[in-house]
T-cell receptor, first 122, second 109 residues
């Protein structure tokens, strides 16, 4: 059974860096799937942040590209998110998500973490 | 960026009745369209992929249709657990640039 569990601070000060890690179990980071981050401000819709395939070059949402880094931690079967220069607008529930890379349902987000609330406030 | 627009924002339907939710893309996404259900306090759950294929374990009362720029999600005979938030998602871009609709809240009438 595939599970994704994120970890990281729930409170970040404005202008500082938001850092989250997602531990994957039941699948390998080096499988044929993509590993993504999606966020959701309270009461609002979903925003794709970016994703990475194995240890290749990540892809980012252009609206966040200048502030985001997604990377794979090879030896720990986990991947991470760093978002710098944070503001209150970055306050949201952050999900780590598997996106299917091969076979049906190729292309979609099929496994989601429970989500972690991150608040940007002094 | 492909913009996804869902309508209506809120839909009030009685249990046992049919609900039809719409999603429109600002340009063609072929059939690279998925639907997700989100219950309060829960992550989204994949319902439909490829515009019309139910994900494993999804009841037959959920059906998807459309292609190109116009899509629908139909839930026949609404059950209490179906009242939730629904999002559409297009995954037709390369390089990847995923976009979601703003959501339709399905509530009990």
């Amino acid at each position: 059974q595939v599970q994704l569990q994120e970890s990281g601070p729930g409170l970040v000060k404005p202008s500082e860096t938001l850092s989250l890690t997602c531990a994957v179990s039941g699948d390998s980071i080096y499988s044929s799937n993509w590993w993504s981050w999606v966020r959701q401000p309270a009461g609002k819709g979903l925003e794709w942040i970016g994703e990475i395939y194995q240890s290749g070059s990540p892809y980012y949402n252009p609206s966040l590209k200048s502030r985001v880094t997604i990377s794979v931690e090879k030896s720990k079967n986990q991947f991470s998110l760093k978002l710098n220069s944070t503001t209150a607008a970055d306050t949201a529930v952050y999900y780590c998500v598997r996106r299917v890379g091969a076979g049906p349902p190729r292309g979609v987000f099929d496994m989601w973490s429970q989500g972690t609330m991150v608040t940007v406030s002094s | 960026e492909i913009e996804m627009t869902q309508s209506p924002a809120t839909l009030s339907v009685s249990p046992g009745e049919r609900a039809t939710l719409s999603c429109r893309a600002s340009q063609s996404v072929a059939n690279s369209l998925a639907w997700y259900q989100q219950r309060p306090g829960q992550p989204p759950r994949l319902l439909i992929f490829g515009a019309s294929t139910r994900a494993p374990g999804i009841p037959a009362r959920f059906s998807g249709g459309g292609s190109g720029t116009e899509f629908t999600l139909t839930i026949s005979s609404l059950q209490s657990e179906d009242f939730a938030l629904y999002f559409c998602h297009q995954y037709n871009n390369w390089p990847p640039l995923h976009t979601f609709g703003q959501g339709t809240k399905l509530q009990i009438k």
